[in-house]
């Protein structure tokens, strides 16, 4: 920190003349592009060597070959991993989760959206307060909001309980898809809420009334008007509950019972049990291709909309 | 706005209403758990009268309160060592323009939205198979366990720690910094008394993020863990598999409480800040959402 801090001093008070002169400018950015780098090389460094290098071994992994006894060969490159993406066994696994993650989604886009928007009409204390009932949730540790579900849910448990009195009969949801669903939604809710909710907040409201003025019914407006300049919000809500819940691995596991397998646990299988690193490999990497492509579009629907 | 129509009237105790019962989802699950957390039923979910054996139980846990030891330590270093690296490349994204700048926020994002499963392969098989390479670099002997967890959670923290400082810098004034040198402060004391005072709600506020996200986790630690040094998370999701017990009812509330004062702890923070944006700071989903604004703004620049 020090040396950058006394070497460029004198260019930083420059006489006034020196300051017109191209090649003095041209110093001072290096000086400037020399001083950011430092500064960032600490973090750059320590990404490349703890993030960047095991992303690449895993992407190599994806190419390699399994030897007899579980190991990975790294001599002669090939595909093999990824054509067992076409298996039927695979497929079914990925179009499960796929189909779990698409439907969580869209629950939480339909649960969350008037949510948000009743927190745009409410009163300023009102709107604070829950923010912060939305925060709590958001901020409580992940496996104990999963294992408060697993609680509620088990057999002979409160709900069932609660289910039975009503005369409902008991409900044995634990180790269902149902409760898979429920639980992706619990955790990940608060994630489609609060981006709904800041894009929503930003729509210019006279325009909402123009639309009115202008004999829209309600209906109108909200299809017209509302919706359309909220979709930065649903498009980052979306992304924000679909890459999540496409790679959940732990409520799947503590509500699911490991009975519906899933593209999370069946990477983990891969280097778990059945030791086989080059196919759980191209896994990760089909499963951070799609995720890649999903902030892609995103960062382009938000450059386009904002 | 016209509140006369009926319908609108219909519209908005509706959607109350929804309000009313999606805090009832949120909450309902957790007010359970606590309840349960004292009966003393040994069947998990029966009431059975009130106890405090669980918690006792759970304090007499040598493995648990060993985790909870764990946790702390990674937490605490990997909390320190990502705020430094997360603020440095903060202020070297946000103010200055260097060779490799691009990549290098490229790189920042991505343990941000990389998911957890994928991160935690990564780590497994880096620790597994590139582990000789970093023990001769480093010249250290790292062996699956504390080190190695820290060393992952670092990793992810920096990312985060560098999103909620460069969202506090962007909304900061850069002609205060420029008038400090006008009047011949040096470039350390502009940063020590006119940028640092500035960011510190950003700095605090990435810190908490970077502490909650490495107590919380489960994933990453899981696959970088090692025999005898696991963390809370890892040693209660294990518990959980094995078979559910009204202890584990006890811990988790307990990790509840620990959330709550940290939420505590955000809320301060956060009421420091200025009154910059809408959405609380301390909610990653908020700024995600402002992301947009900021790639856009890069884009036009370059």
Sequence with gaps: ?306 | MSSRTTPRRVGRRIMGVHAGVVFAFFYAPIAILIVFSFSGDRIVGQWGGFTLDWYREFWNNDQLTNSITVSLQVALIATVASVVLGTLSALALERFRFRGRRVFDALLYLPIIIPDVTMGIMMLVFFAEGIDIVDSLLGINLAKGVTTITLSHIAFCISFVSVVVRARLSGMDERLEEAAMDLYATRWQTFRYVTLPQILPGVAGGGLLALTLSLDDVVISQFTSGPGATTLPVYVFSLIRKGVTPMINSVSVVMFVASLVLIAAMLTVDRLRSTGSSVPSAVPGGELSAEPAVGGHERGDT
């Design chain 1, 1 to 306: 920190m020090t040396n950058t801090d006394t070497s460029p001093d004198d260019t930083d008070q420059p006489p006034p003349v020196a300051a017109a002169t191209p090649a003095f400018e041209a110093a001072a950015i290096r000086a400037a592009s020399r001083r950011g780098l430092f500064m960032a090389l600490p973090a750059y460094v320590y990404l490349v060597i703890f993030f960047a290098v095991p992303f690449a071994i895993v992407v190599v992994y994806s190419f390699a070959t399994r030897t007899r006894t579980g190991g990975t060969s790294l001599s002669g490159w090939n595909l093999n991993s990824y054509r067992r993406l076409g298996e039927q066994i695979v497929r079914d696994v990925l179009w499960r989760s796929l189909g779990l993650a698409i439907l969580t989604t869209i629950i939480c886009l339909v649960v969350a959206y008037p949510f948000a928007y009743y927190m745009t009409i409410v009163s300023a204390t009102t709107r604070n307060v829950m923010l912060i009932l939305v925060m709590i949730p958001f901020w409580t540790n992940f496996l104990v909001r999963n294992y408060a579900w697993r609680l509620l849910l088990s057999s002979g448990g409160p709900l069932s309980s609660v289910t039975e009195t009503i005369g409902l009969g008991e409900t044995d949801l634990l180790f269902t898809k149902t409760a898979v669903v429920i639980g992706l939604v619990y955790s990940f809710l608060p994630f489609m809420i609060l981006p709904l909710y800041a894009s929503i907040e930003r729509i210019d409201h006279s325009l909402i009334e123009a639309s009115r003025d202008l004999y829209a019914s309600g209906s109108q407006t909200f299809r017209r008007v509302v919706l359309p300049l909220s979709m930065p919000g649903v498009i980052a809500g979306s992304i924000l509950v679909f890459v999540p819940s496409l790679g959940a691995y732990v409520t799947p596991d503590i509500l699911g019972g490991g009975k519906e397998v899933l593209l999370g646990s069946y990477i983990v299988t891969q280097f778990g049990t059945a030791r086989n690193f080059p196919f759980g490999a191209s896994l990760s990497v089909v499963l951070m291709v799609v995720m890649l492509t999903a902030t892609v579009a995103y960062f382009r629907q938000g450059g386009r909309n904002l």
